[in-house]
């Protein structure tokens, strides 16, 4: 069984270009809505990205729309905390591919952490 993680160093989610996430309106807040789009720098991203450290320069303050949490999923999309699990490991498999390349070193390290497990790996079947 997969069990969603961060991968360090990916930063796939940091991309934030608004043009690839036009619902935004409809999970954001009109004041989250505004901040998400004041964080949209060169190339659609995060201006609080590190792309040569690839981490996160505000990770401990980031903001609530940036967070894989129970209570932030269920208030934002609606996703119930027992499917919290599923619903981020596609999207981050969505993500990762949108931004690197379904073959990227970013997607083999993702499916690798997830499906880790008692010290194997076990890497899903391509579709």
């Known amino acids: 069984m997969a069990t969603w993680q961060c991968v360090k160093q990916c930063g796939a989610c940091c991309h934030l270009d608004p043009t690839d996430r036009p619902e935004l309106e409809e999970y954001l807040s009109p004041e989250e809505l505004e901040l998400y789009l004041s964080m949209v720098g060169e190339g659609g991203w995060c201006i609080n990205y590190d792309r040569e ?4 320069k505000i990770y401990q ?6 967070r894989v949490e129970a209570e932030v999923f269920v208030d934002m999309y609606g996703i119930e905390a027992q499917d919290l699990n599923d619903f981020a490991i596609e999207c981050c ?12 070193l970013e997607m083999i390290r993702f499916n690798q952490a997830i499906f880790e497990e008692d010290g194997q790996v076990r890497i899903p079947h391509e579709k």
């Not at 450290?53 to 996160?56: G, K």
């Open 93 to 104: 498999n969505q993500q990762i591919e949108g931004v690197y390349g379904l073959r990227s």
């Open 61 to 66: 303050n980031r903001p609530r729309f940036c």
């Open 53 to 56: 450290l690839r981490e996160c």
